[in-house]
């Protein structure tokens, strides 16, 4: 069974140092963050399953911290503990307003802390029928969408897309860089389709439904054109930085 991995993030080293003692002994990969800016990085680059973080902190505090995670659709699914100090009522309400998904008060009670985590994990396991590599929706969440759609008689496209000769790339270059091509396609793909469905005005017409699908299309061609030439360019930087260099 593969070991639960654990980002906590606190400005101060004791309740890090406690944090991390008391994990160590559950058998939980840790990693630790000083500051809001250091952990939005390592959630990025680590993929954790559970976020541990204080309230209040310096350059960015955790409700922001919340917002940025609970944001993005690839992260949204992260769970999210908040560490108020004693009293602080509305540090509570508003990072649980912000997305946190439970809170616990320092000076806290390893047992109590040990316990909500593996409760979250467990809901958390049970609710996310995600793609466990790029945390896209998955079979049954697409379904509800889709009947939710047809349900209230709305609009929509539905498209699909293929990688073809992966197995060739991860021949070449291995399972972690076939990995993290699997990951920046999700980002790349979210990053420039959502755009256009936000911006978009509401569809009362045939007209604006037709300009609607030209725009999504020219918009996905481009994600699509971008990831041929990651696909066929030389593995020599990460794709992240390659995408952000192609899209300049």
């Known amino acids: 069974m593969r070991r639960a991995k654990i980002l906590i993030v606190d400005d101060d080293p004791d309740i890090l140092d406690i944090l991390k003692l008391t994990l160590d002994g559950e ?3 840790v990693i630790q963050a000083a500051n809001g800016e250091d952990a939005l990085k390592l959630v990025q680059a680590k993929s954790p399953n559970l976020l541990i973080l204080d309230y209040n902190m ?18 949204q699914h992260l769970p ?60 049954i969440a697409i379904l509800d969408e ?4 047809i349900d209230k008689k709305l609009l929509f496209t539905v498209g699909y897309l293929d990688i073809d000769n992966f ?13 993290e091509m699997i990951k920046e396609t999700a980002r790349i793909l979210i990053k420039n389709v959502k755009i256009k469905i ?21 918009k996905l061609m481009k994600s699509v054109k ?18 952000e260099k192609m899209a300049i």
Do not use: W
């Not at 889709?146 to 759609?149: A, E, R, S, T, V």
């Open 198 to 218: 936000i911006r978009m005005p509401s569809l009362d017409t045939s007209a604006e439904m037709t300009s609607y699908l030209y725009l999504y299309r020219i």
């Open 58 to 75: 310096p350059r960015m505090n955790g409700k922001e911290i919340c917002q940025k995670v609970k944001k993005d659709l690839l992260l």
């Open 226 to 243: 971008l990831l041929s030439k990651i696909l066929i360019a030389p593995y020599q930087i990460s794709m992240t930085k390659k995408a």
């Open 80 to 139: 999210i503990i908040m560490l108020t100090g004693k009293g602080e009522v509305v540090d509570k309400v508003q990072g649980i307003d912000a997305g946190a998904d439970d809170y616990i008060v320092k000076p806290f009670e390893p047992k109590e802390l040990l316990a909500r985590i593996r409760m979250i994990l467990r809901r958390t396991e049970r609710d996310l029928e995600a793609n466990p590599l790029s945390k896209l929706p998955g079979n």
């Open 146 to 149: 889709l009947q939710n759609c």
């Open 167 to 179: 197995k060739s790339f991860n021949d070449k270059y291995g399972f972690k860089h076939g990995d």
């Open 27 to 29: 058998n939980y990969d």
